[in-house]
């Protein structure tokens, strides 16, 4: 953290630099606009070019923002020096004690992406979360880092429900794993299954659910199991355009974090529900809807799709304008998962 508060501290220096030297103080921010988000091939993910926004108080119609996004890194600091953490939702409410006015928690959320991109630095690190949580069941034993937990130690299968990845989760230290592999599930109901079936045992698996799209603490986190453990990534989802949208963001990251690369896993894969399985596998299915309709035309036009492997599934969707879901599959009794349908995908 304490490269962290340099950034900070760097951020304020140069603004009371420029005052004392009787300048009206300005912050250049890397541009978030769609003209500036570039998809690059060679790391597979969207990136940032090279444009910026200039925020200067000598405008007026900047000085809102500027001001925001000053208390915004002003209370990161605090947080990190209080070694404390705040959801995006409390920090919303806080500054209104503060006197500083959002409009709503969307504007708000705003100026924490500004300065994540501003320093370089994910939310996470500045202590800043979203209220949403994932879960974790599996063979790992961590150690906290948190002040007061720095000697507590559990296993991930102490509690038959998964453990809640929070901010110190997310960053425990990793102690013995008897896991060879992570297996991200998109639903509760299948999640559950695999735990009741013994699947984390079966498959030597870490079980996270994502509870739909992966929040990002999840994505770090299995991030860190790849990079620090080698586990290699599957994702198991429902069979639609959604599904394979919760894929890739964990696959190549989003459009929308852009400037995080730390929860990017290009190894990942896709193992189903596959568009091409619910033939294969004679699955219950339904006709796609509207809304589908255009989730899928939009990945068909988005970069990240366009591998050999990617615009075959995609194009059987098209097709065949088939969805299934993952409980689908317990058309053939509740333990199917286990002794057919994952050992063939993992294999």
């Not at 002003?74 to 920090?91: G, H, P, V």
């Not at 296993?155 to 990793?174: C, H, R």
């Not at 304008?321 to 994952?342: F, H, P």
Request: glycine residues 6%.
């Amino acid at each position: 953290m304490k490269e962290v508060l340099l950034k900070l501290s760097s951020l304020g220096e140069d603004i009371c630099a420029q005052l004392e030297r009787g300048e009206l103080p300005f912050i250049d921010i890397p541009s978030r606009t769609t003209s500036n988000i570039v998809y690059d091939e060679k790391e597979g993910r969207f990136i940032l070019g090279g444009a910026k926004t200039r925020r200067n108080v000598s405008n007026v119609k900047h000085l809102r923002s500027f001001t925001q996004t000053v208390w915004v890194a002003w209370m990161a600091k605090r947080l990190i020096e209080e070694r404390r953490s705040a959801t995006l939702r409390d920090l919303y409410y806080m500054a209104e004690a503060y006197g500083v006015k959002f409009k709503n928690q969307q504007e708000s959320d705003s100026i924490v992406t500004d300065l994540e991109v501003l320093l370089g630095v994910p939310r996470e690190q500045l202590r800043i979360f979203p209220e949403e949580r994932a879960t974790i069941y599996g063979d790992l034993t961590i150690r906290y880092n948190l002040p007061g937990y720095e000697n507590t130690k559990f296993n991930l299968t102490a509690s038959p429900d998964g453990i809640a990845i929070g901010p110190a989760l997310a960053e425990a230290e990793f102690q013995d794993c008897g896991a060879e592999r992570v297996i991200m599930v998109e639903s509760g109901g299948m999640f559950t299954r695999l735990i009741e079936e013994k699947g984390h045992e079966k498959f030597r698996a870490l079980l996270i659910h994502t509870a739909g799209q992966a929040p990002r603490l999840a994505r770090r986190l299995a991030y860190r199991l790849r990079e620090e453990l080698g586990l290699p990534i599957y994702v198991f989802t429902d069979g639609d355009p959604w599904g394979a949208h919760i894929a890739m963001v964990v696959i190549s990251g989003s459009a929308n974090a852009a400037h995080v690369d730390n929860a990017v896993i290009p190894d990942a894969r896709w193992i189903g529900v596959l568009p091409t399985d619910i033939d294969e596998y004679k699955l219950p299915y339904e006709k796609f809807n509207e809304k589908d309709w255009k989730r899928l035309n939009d990945l068909m036009a988005d970069p990240r799709y366009q591998s050999p492997f990617w615009r075959g599934q995609l194009k059987k969707f098209e097709e065949e304008g088939k969805k299934s879901e993952q409980q689908a599959l317990s058309i053939y009794g509740l333990n199917y998962v286990t002794e057919k349908y994952l050992p063939e995908k993992l294999a």
